[in-house]
């Protein structure tokens, strides 16, 4: 079973940046494509970003050109890159696995267990 922790997040005033990492452990033998979801207070979980096998990424309009996903597989880890960040980020950050079948699924298989991320202004 793919065991993720993630790590990372702390409180940083408008502008500035934050790495969150992703531990990834348990997936011999399956292929995976991996994303970052957040979820800001009374809000619903949001995927912000995704890599898939080919190291593809995709990014939700709102973090384009500020946030930026990769994974080391030598290390089997996942990292999110967060520049410029905003008020309107603040929320608990996710890691997911999402598993490759030919293509990436849309529900993970597998979540970390949430990194919280404050932007004051």
């Known amino acids: 079973q793919v065991q993720l922790t993630d790590s990372g997040g702390d409180s940083v005033q408008t502008g500035g940046s934050l790495r969150l990492s992703c531990g990834v452990s348990g997936y011999i033998g399956r292929r995976f494509c991996m994303a970052w979801f957040r979820q800001a207070p009374g809000k619903e979980r949001e995927e912000v970003a995704r890599?898939?096998?080919?190291?593809?990424?995709t990014y939700a309009a709102s973090v384009q050109g500020r946030f930026t996903i990769s994974r080391a597989n030598a290390d089997n880890a996942l990292y999110l890159q967060m520049n410029d960040l905003k008020p309107e980020d603040t929320a608990v950050y996710y890691c997911a696995a999402l598993e490759y079948l030919g293509y990436c699924t849309r529900t993970p298989d597998a979540w970390g267990q949430g990194t919280k991320v404050t932007v004051s202004s």
């Open positions: 890599i898939d096998i080919s190291d593809k990424t």
